[in-house]
Nanobody
Framework: QVQLVESGGGLVQVGGSLRLSCAAS????????MGWFRQAPGKEREFVTA????????YYADSVKGRFTISRDNAKNTVYLQMNSLKPEDTAVYYC??????????????WGQGTQVTVSS
């Protein structure tokens, strides 16, 4: 079955950086667009970023544009999220997602278990 396993979350100070990874198995990774979503306490899950199957097209939420970078390594079946200049409002559980919904900003069918990112001030 499809498995998406996130890693790299943790506690970081304001202005710091983290790099999340998502290792995929059980699917032909290079055929799938991949994305990251996040959910803060008391809020709905929201789109963060997405990347096309080849890595040539990327999309970002306005709130992270210029600070976050999504990338992928199809040889390693892994997608990454480099997060710089972190803010307290970036605190959330970050989820890896495979596929796309009706638009690039909608999730596909497969989810990881999530990794906690906490930005302290």
């Amino acid at each position: 079955q499809v498995q998406l396993v996130e890693s790299g979350g943790g506690l970081v100070q304001v202005g710091g950086s983290l790099r999340l990874s998502c290792a995929a198995s059980g699917l032909t990774f290079s055929n799938y667009a991949m994305g990251w979503f996040r959910q803060a306490p008391g809020k709905e899950r929201e789109f963060v970023t997405a990347i096309s199957w080849s890595g040539g097209i990327t999309y970002y939420a306005d709130s992270v544009k210029g600070r976050f970078t999504i990338s992928r390594d199809n040889a390693k079946n892994t997608v990454y999220l480099q997060m710089n200049s972190l803010k307290p409002e970036d605190t959330a559980v970050y989820y890896c997602n495979a596929g796309v919904g009706s638009s690039w900003y909608d999730p596909g069918d497969y989810w990881g278990q999530g990794t906690q990112v906490t930005v302290s001030s």
